[in-house]
């Protein structure tokens, strides 16, 4: 579905957020979890931008990427509705195991602010490839680790023509 909306979209650019006041705490309903694979196999340039009032996860094995024209990504965790203020109760960012983002030289950026003892951004055994275009990881956390980088089972691969990583607590 969000495939044939990226390939569909009048420029091709989807955008998906969740709802809820800067202080509303985080429930399930305000979280993105990507389960399937999402591919855009044609078109021009496109986007696809992820902002959740909770946490922005892609499950163990998931792929989102293009095949034909630059899909650029953004996924940003912890922020309000209109995405103008970090939510209360935060939210990280989390590639699992083998999943992977591929945007065929589109930017990349993963954004996760969270207030309570959890990563901003976490990336375990993953592979993001910006190809030509850049990658940025930005995470911050109350009580933890900002940006947490790690392999499990497989390693994780970071690849873009400029990439940029910065983490603090």
Known sequence: LIGNAIKFAPRGNVTIKTTGPATQLGTAESKIRVA???TKTSG???SLTLIAHGDVQVDTGITIGSTTGT?????????SFDSS?????????QLLPTSSLVSNGGSIVLKGTTQS??????????NVN?????LTI???SASSIGVDISHSGASSVLTGST?????GS
């Open 36 to 38: 399937q694979n999402i």
């Open 44 to 46: 021009g340039a496109a």
């Open 71 to 79: 899909l650029s990504l953004e996924f940003e965790a912890g922020k």
């Open 85 to 93: 203020v970090a939510s209360t109760t935060g939210g990280s960012v």
């Open 117 to 126: 003892a959890t990563t901003g951004v976490a990336i375990s055994g993953a």
């Open 130 to 134: 910006a190809g030509a275009g850049n």
């Open 138 to 140: 930005s995470g911050n």
């Open 163 to 167: 990439v940029s990583i910065t983490g």
